[in-house]
């Protein structure tokens, strides 16, 4: 007779199988479950990128540092990244040229600045073809851009990060800087969207 | 490896579901896997390579069943286990059911000797290696030329660090690649912009 085949345990027992057996070895420290829980879900949000990307529009040096040296140029404004993600390349769109990152290999964003990646961005129709049918898959996300329009897509691979700077819609230059912030999205850091009217 | 999850080019796959799921955690056992994972880093339990690569190693069925945290969970599972800190006999017991692992890892490998530097517009050509270890170059470079276009700081060089081999800290390179080169007329007209690490390149001759 074969072995029988079982069903593996609910994947929130298995979760709470390892925090048990991590906790009977003192490895938690007190509170750091709920504390992560908090800070990933408050503290890495895209209205840390989008706070840069209002800052480039409107400080021309600010905007140039940034493209020179993500990395420096976000710690500025005060926000941090992971000590292993050692290099942040900012990729600057212009009406004729479309950037959009993805990670084919597994999931990697610059999280700590343009916040967690969204599911779709995780699964396995954007990862496996973003990078070979990057203009089908825009135009089928909602972006149809005109032929003329380069489109440069940057896959992950290595623990260097990548973040657009989406094009300022011109009807919103001479806005202050806080309210700039507020129509910059997840998906136009990502690239998979431009900002237009109406906005979010 | 050439595992399931070097899904770039693969083709099959249908439309991105862009509504479906736009927020971090869809579950209250995610954050709580991600954080569980973030602590071994935190401790030094593991190191980012290794835990790639222990996803990677996934049961190739389950890797495409899993959900990300499912995946995420299951690989940082893998590697407390293979390291001593659980046995996979207490998770079972824990969780009153399977706990299912990642598969046995194959052999790393160190950098290559000689490796050649390179600067912003060289035309260089990836290897064409088979890695059955770990390795950060996807499939659908292989063998592919392109031109640099950024240097980024050196880092540990995942073919060796993924298995806690001593390694020396190298570059990757941002190498752009037409995919009328990658995916011949099978693709829409593109760049496409891959961070390669040194030890995969030769200069294109």
Redesign the interface.
Known sequence: MPDEVKAPAPVERRVAALEQAFEERNLIPAGFIDDFAHIAQEDWVPVNGAKVVARAWTDPDFRRRLLENGKAAVMELGFTMPEHHKHLVVLENTPSLQNVICCTLCSCTAFTIIGLPPGWYKDFEYRSRVARQSRTVLREMGLDLPDEVEIKVWDTTTDTRYMVLPVQPPETVGRPEDKLAEIVTKESMIGVARLEPPYR | MDGV??????????????A??????????E??????Y??GVR?GLIN?DEY?HS??RMEPRHY?SA????RS?TG??TL?VEKG??SQE???R???????LSLPSAEGRLNAMPRESFAVGDRVRVKNEFVSGHV???G?IRGKWGVVV?I??P?PF?DASAHNLQSQDER?Y?V?FR?ED??PQ????????????ESYLERAR
């Open positions: 999850h070097d899904l770039g080019g693969k083709q099959g796959f249908g439309p991105v579901r862009c479906s799921s736009r927020t971090a955690f869809k579950a209250a056992w954050p709580r896997a991600n954080a569980l973030s602590l401790l980012m790639r996803i990677e495409l959900s990300y945290y499912e969970l940082f599972t407390c800190i659980v207490e998770l079972e824990l969780a009153e059911g399977l706990f299912p950060r170059m996807p659908y950024g980024s700081p880092y995942p990757p941002d752009s995919t990658l995916w099978a693709a829409d007209q593109a760049t496409v912009h891959v961070g390669v690490f």
